[in-house]
Nanobody
Framework: QVQLVESGGGLVQAGGSLRLSCAAS????????MGWFRQAPGKEREFVAA????????HYADSVKGRFTISRDNAKNTVTLQMNSLKPEDTAVYYC???????????????????WGQGTQVTVSS
């Protein structure tokens, strides 16, 4: 089992920044491929970003590419999502997720992630 706890959400004006963190406990953190997803009201959950076990490879949704940065610190068991130039359409509950396996062709598939955090709300005002 892996327990994930997100933090760092809040209310920010458009153009602002937020930094989300996800603290992991339980199994060896460095064994897991990590991702961030989000779900806006009335919409399906969508992929945001992901990072491989070593941190050497990252993936981003087109909608956040160039604005968001995912990183991890395996010594501190944390994964971080730095969000810059935020837009109102980034408003959502953001979830951290962990997955034992990795495939370059399915990194975005939420159904393949094994563990999820409780989510943190991000609200971007216009």
């Amino acid at each position: 089992q892996v327990q994930l706890v997100e933090s760092g959400g809040g209310l920010v004006q458009a153009g602002g920044s937020l930094r989300l963190s996800c603290a992991a406990s339980g199994r060896t953190f460095s064994n897991y491929f990590m991702g961030w997803f989000r779900q806006a009201p009335g919409k399906e959950r969508e992929f945001v970003a992901a990072i491989t076990r070593s941190g050497g490879t990252t993936h981003y949704a087109d909608s956040v590419k160039g604005r968001f940065t995912i990183s991890r610190d395996n010594a501190k068991n944390t994964v971080t999502l730095q969000m810059n130039s935020l837009k109102p359409e980034d408003t959502a509950v953001y979830y951290c997720a962990a997955r034992r396996t990795y495939s370059s062709g399915t990194y975005y598939a939420d159904g393949l992630f094994d563990y999820w955090g409780q989510g943190t709300q991000v609200t971007v005002s216009s």
